[in-house]
């Protein structure tokens, strides 16, 4: 398909206006893509290690919880910065600082003498990795151009699909046969490398400050994104809304956030762009996005779970079980990542959201002894939706925007995904545990506990798998119905082709080019 964009306002890739990934792109992207891989791939990796932790540190859970929610908290703090930070030092410096951030975390982790010192060095983990995936991802679109960013997309989509399925694996066997330590240390020699490659690799960018810091404006977007994103974390382990722990920093963090978008509209240079949503296309795949997110991953979350509760599997083999899904994913995701750059982004989200609902189907019937053939078909059927859907949706997003918008809709894209993430595992998390809760007679916060309990006690193993079943079953419809309800804003994604804005106004949208 031939066509032509009249004076584009992101600069074209090297290749002109080549329609293939030339290798500068490519060298770009195999750097970009191996940071994310070491952020994205150490966040499921600790998940499974948190037992081994708790045993190791003489500790409770509740505190060991805080190694996983000190990073993702930190991973909140620092993302709303990058837009800024990208446009005022350059997005070379910021992914070197990200990359060194990250690797002198993990190496501290992997020193750690107690558990504090352990969460304190998460923490530097995360600033790291809130770094990575922005600036990552900005640096890619800006090489690439408008007309590629669907194919660059698709290559960075390969981590955020390998990571939550070969974590669990990785992070199992090294738990199990070398020691906790080592979830830490594999960064080490990948962190090096991507920081080598970076500096020889990652063109050099010439800082474009685009105005002061808002200074103000992080005081409200960064602590309002963490205490919204704690507070709905703790929803699963207090098994209720109406608790202190999840309603007071969620509410402040929703004040703040508020009072940022009300500040944002008045002032030149806010932290995140508000204006990026006057452009139709952004604002319609934000919103498909989001809706997307908070189904989709609360689903993720459960599979590896009923896997491990109800059939009995360890950690190592449900993260092996899940690599159907992987699969359908890589091999959907390039022919989309192509497609995306040549059609509607509507034309492949759409077939992709109905293969994803077609496969969920089957989880909603689940029980204790549901064939494996079944579910694992289900699971590449879904990897094949994954492929067609998440990366898609962000090219659309990014497509029609100019190069300096690039870094700040980054920003705004990952602030969003973190977000719609935390609340769609909290939902799912607490619908499981109510469920769980009113089979076997507990309250809301302890039902997984006493389903875990129940099937693991001979006498009762057979009944208790079967109940637990059931409530996985009903709680993988609210999540298959969830992203069945994301069609409605993916029906407004955009019927043509789009392409990049014109130099003037942010976000204004070039007109669209016919399709035929």
């Known amino acids: ?25 490519l060298k770009v992207a195999s750097v970009v893509v191996l940071g994310a891989i070491m952020a994205i791939l150490d966040t499921t990796v600790v ?11 003489a500790t409770s859970f509740d505190t060991i919880q805080w190694v996983a929610t000190g990073y993702m908290l930190a991973l909140a703090t620092v993302i709303p910065v990058t837009g800024w930070a990208a446009d005022r030092f350059g997005t070379k410096r910021l992914y070197l600082l990200a990359i060194g951030t990250f690797l002198v975390g993990s190496m501290l982790a992997g020193l750690a003498w107690n558990v504090e010192s352990l969460i304190a060095f998460r923490v530097v983990q995360g600033l790291g990795g809130g770094m990575l995936m922005p600036a990552g991802m900005t640096i890619l679109t800006r090489t690439a151009g408008p007309q590629r960013i669907g194919r660059v997309m698709s290559v960075l989509g390969v981590p955020m699909l390998l990571g939550p399925m070969c974590g669990p694996i990785l992070g199992g066997w090294l738990v199990d046969a070398v020691s906790w330590r080592w979830i830490f240390y594999i960064n080490v020699p990948i962190g090096i490398i991507a920081f080598l490659l970076a500096l020889r690799l990652l063109p050099k960018d010439n800082p474009e400050p685009s105005g002061r810091f808002d200074f103000l404006g992080m005081l409200m977007v960064s602590p309002g ?12 382990s207090t098994g209720t809304v109406a608790d202190v722990e999840v309603w007071l920093p969620a509410l402040a963090g929703v004040v703040l956030l508020v009072a940022f978008v009300l500040r944002a509209q008045r002032v030149a240079h806010p932290l995140v762009d508000l204006k990026l949503f006057r452009n139709r296309s952004f604002s319609v795949a934000m919103i498909t996005m989001a809706v997307f997110c908070i189904g989709f991953f609360g689903a993720m979350l459960l599979l590896p779970t009923y896997f491990v509760l109800v059939r009995g599997e360890s950690a190592l083999q449900a993260g092996l079980l899940l690599v159907p899904q992987g699969f359908g994913a890589m091999v959907a995701m390039p022919i989309a990542g192509r497609l995306a750059d040549k059609i509607a982004p509507r034309r492949i989200v759409l077939p992709g959201l109905v293969l994803i609902v077609a496969g969920m189907v089957a989880f909603t019937q689940v029980g204790a002894n549901t064939s494996y ?10 990897g094949l939706g994954m492929g067609c859907t998440m990366m898609p949706i962000t090219s659309a997003a990014l ?47 302890q039902g997984q506990l006493a389903a875990t309990v129940a099937i ?61």
């Open 1 to 25: 398909m031939g066509f032509r964009m009249s004076a584009p306002a992101t600069p074209a890739a090297p290749d002109g206006s080549g329609d293939k990934l030339d290798r500068a792109v």
């Open 47 to 57: 998940n499974v290690a948190l037992q081994k932790l708790t045993i190791q540190f």
């Open 225 to 236: 994104l963490a205490a919204l994103i704690f507070g709905v974390s703790r929803i699963p």
């Open 373 to 382: 053939v079944l579910l694992l078909s289900a699971m590449f059927v879904m």
């Open 399 to 445: 497509q029609t925007l100019q190069s300096k918008d690039m870094a700040k809709a980054s920003t705004a894209t990952n602030i969003l995904q973190q977000t719609a993430g935390a609340i769609g595992a909290a939902v799912m998390s607490i619908i499981l545990a109510a469920l769980l809760a009113g089979k076997f007679g507990v309250p809301t916060s």
């Open 456 to 516: 693991q006690t001979p006498a009762s193993h057979d009944a208790a798998a079967g109940l637990a079943g059931g409530s996985f079953a009903k709680t993988f419809l609210w999540a298959t119905i969830l992203l069945a309800l994301c069609l409605v804003p993916a029906f407004f994604l955009p019927k043509r082709r789009p392409v990049p804005a014109e130099a003037g106004e942010p976000g204004e949208v070039a007109s669209p080019v016919p399709m035929h």
